[in-house]
């Protein structure tokens, strides 16, 4: 894949064909190489990419936001009327679970209609918490593609430098150092598509992750206030 999207990006390579009218394949390694800096900052990118992907991909599992045991812990303890070890037992998970069930059973003297409205601000807050840990992939794809072009734009004018000073230029001294200079955009677009891809993904699951937590937590503050009687 790599392969093909770069020797894509520099097609007009083809008007550069030796005298003996043979096409010579341009090798990825060459590409690369043409990149100079950018080659290695760029594969820096993706491997930073795919580290932030790994680390959101597990903190957006199921039994990380909601584990079954504690939801089993929860749910008993407000059946049994054990509203202030439930309150601890929440606090200590450190989950999203544990702060949204909290949140409402900080308010459990206010009504069910406050624990609700606590829940559903605790709600929005963890979901810009988390979201803004997704949103870092989408900034790391915008930074990448900008420093591939930034590649290009420099290779670019280091071309035109040369070409300057050559004599008789010919189309293939153009068509060779674009090409080549095209390979830092080609780059950075792969890291950028990457990251684009998995942000908006992660996106979506944790929209879709944050509202059955919610769900779940709500109905155990409809259980706590129908046996507090305080709705």
Request: aromatic share 6%.
């Amino acid at each position: 894949m790599f392969a093909t999207l770069l020797t894509s990006a520099i097609a007009l390579q083809s008007n550069a064909a030796p005298p003996s009218g043979a096409y010579t394949p341009v090798s990825s390694a060459h590409l690369f190489m043409s990149t100079g800096f950018m080659g290695p900052l760029m594969l820096l990118a993706g491997a930073v990419a795919l580290f932030i992907a790994i680390r959101r991909w597990l903190e957006l599992r199921a039994g990380r936001l909601a584990p079954a045991e504690l939801e089993r812990t929860l749910d008993a303890a407000v059946h049994a009327g054990q509203l202030d070890q439930g309150l601890e037992r929440a606090v200590a998970s450190h989950t999203l679970l544990g702060e949204l069930v909290a949140a409402g059973l900080y308010l459990r003297k206010a009504g069910l209609d406050e624990m609700l409205a606590n829940v559903e601000r605790a709600a929005t807050k963890e979901s810009l918490r988390l979201g803004n840990r997704v949103a870092n992939l989408a900034r790391l794809g915008g930074v990448a593609l900008l420093i591939g072009v930034l590649g290009t734009t420099t290779g670019l004018m280091n071309q035109l430098f040369v070409i300057a000073q050559l004599k008789a230029p010919v189309p293939g001294d153009f068509t060779r150092g674009f090409g080549e200079s095209l390979a830092s955009t080609a780059l950075g677009l792969m890291v950028a598509l990457f990251c684009f891809v998995a942000f908006f993904w992660f996106d979506s699951r944790l929209t879709q992750r944050v509202l059955a937590v919610r769900e779940v937590a709500e109905e155990m503050m409809r259980d706590a206030a129908e046996r507090t009687g305080s709705r």
